[in-house]
Every structure is written in structure tokens, then in C-alpha cells.
């Protein structure tokens, strides 16, 4: 009864803590302290599942649906959050051009983050490299299939194509997110601006503006003219 008396009183007192610095600062004192480890990581997830319940919106650029979140789950043996999400609002579309030099084509796998009813900015997260091949099934029929190689191994997704696709794209569905919980708090503190920009190591996860010029603006330089 003592103990659970005073992991209830730890739990109060790590909550005002985090209201007082960081997600990412909180998940600093786990290494320190092996022993609180748990409760920091329940204080953590609670808020982090909080926030996606309530204004945190998951998506892709331009396009965020608060109907996209099925269910959180934190799993404890390995530090991760799993947002399992509903594929029919989650999609994205890639297109390719394949030629005769290339039989890969590249393409970034982008997850976008955002408070509702906040415009100003984003965090996009580079999960990885979509990379797009072309394959003769059972039928002898070329049809194009994908790998990703992730960013980090801690970070990565759960997705499948889509059955319906043309010659020039796939549409790929979105079922599951895996981020670790050092990533997720570093999203969050990016968000709320309490990252210390000075010292960031982290060159796939972003902040910046939700509208951005260079995103209308097409890079002809990937592009070469044959006479």
C-alpha cells in the first residue's frame, strides 16, 4: 500500500515536471534513473495518447484528418509508441517514370505532424526511402513493387499497396506507425518549441512552415533535355 502511495505521488510529481521542461528532458532522466524508468515512460505515453486523442494530428503535407488514429499502444520491452491508423485516411500517392538507366526509382516516405486549429508550422519526419522496382509476378506481367530502407531503426511503418494504381503511380496505405519514444518526444518539443535547436542531431525530423514556397516550386535540375 506504501509503495503504490508513493509511485502515485512520483507519477503527480513527474507529471508537473514535464509541464515544467520537456518531453525530451524527461526522457533523459529514464537513462539516469533506471529505477523510474516505468513511470516516466507511463507519464510520457499518457500525455503523448492525450494529445493524439484530442488536438495532435497525424498526416500527410496538406492534408490532416483527426479521423486517422485507430488506437495507441505503447510497448514497454522496447521504448516504442505504435499508432495504429486507418488506412483509408492515410494515403499516399508516388508517382514514377522509370528509363532505360534506372531500374530504381527514389522517393521519400514523409509523416507530417501538426495541433489542430495551428497553422504556422509542422514537423515533418522522414521515415525513409521508398524504393520502386520492376518485377515479373506469376503471370510473367511486369509489375512494380517496393522496399523502404528507414532512417532509424527505432522509427519505421507498416503499409501496403493499393490494389487499384496506374502505370505511372502506386497508392500506398498507411496501417501502422512505429516511433520510438525518444523520437516521439523530440516531435512534441519541436512543436511546443522547447527544443534547443543549437544542439539538434535529428536531420530527418524537421520543423517547418505548413505552407512553403519550395513545395510549388518545381527542381528542373532532376530533370535532362536529349536532342
Not at 34 to 43: A, F, G, M, N, P
Not at 193 to 216: A, C, G, H, S, V
Request: hydrophobic residues 40%; aromatic residues 14%; charged residues 30%.
Amino acid at each position: 500500500m506504501a509503495q503504490l502511495l508513493a509511485n502515485e505521488l512520483l507519477i503527480i510529481a513527474f507529471k508537473e515536471l514535464l509541464n515544467d521542461t520537456s518531453f525530451k528532458y524527461m526522457n533523459s532522466i529514464c537513462i539516469v534513473c533506471k529505477k523510474w524508468k516505468k513511470l516516466i515512460e507511463l507519464v510520457l505515453t499518457e500525455e503523448i495518447e492525450l494529445r493524439l486523442k484530442s488536438k495532435l494530428l497525424i498526416g500527410k503535407k496538406y492534408c490532416f484528418n483527426n479521423r486517422s488514429i485507430e488506437n495507441i499502444k505503447y510497448d514497454f520491452s522496447d521504448s516504442t509508441c505504435n499508432i495504429f491508423i486507418n488506412g483509408n485516411n492515410f494515403e499516399l500517392y508516388y508517382p514514377y517514370f522509370f528509363n532505360i538507366l534506372e531500374s530504381i526509382e527514389k522517393r521519400k516516405v514523409c509523416i507530417h505532424f501538426k495541433y489542430e486549429n495551428k497553422e504556422e508550422y509542422l514537423v515533418e519526419f522522414n521515415l525513409g526511402t521508398l524504393l520502386f522496382y520492376e518485377e515479373r509476378n506469376s503471370n510473367e506481367i511486369m509489375e512494380v513493387k517496393y522496399n523502404i530502407e528507414w532512417n532509424y531503426n527505432d522509427c519505421m511503418c507498416i503499409s501496403k499497396k493499393d490494389s487499384q494504381y496506374d502505370y505511372f503511380g502506386i497508392i500506398i496505405k498507411i496501417e501502422k506507425l512505429i516511433i520510438s519514444l525518444n523520437k516521439m518526444c523530440v516531435i512534441l518539443d519541436l512543436l511546443d518549441e522547447k527544443l534547443n535547436t543549437k544542439d539538434y542531431q535529428y536531420k530527418y525530423i524537421i520543423k517547418r512552415p505548413t505552407f512553403d514556397i519550395d513545395d510549388f516550386v518545381c527542381d528542373f535540375s532532376q530533370f535532362t533535355l536529349e536532342l
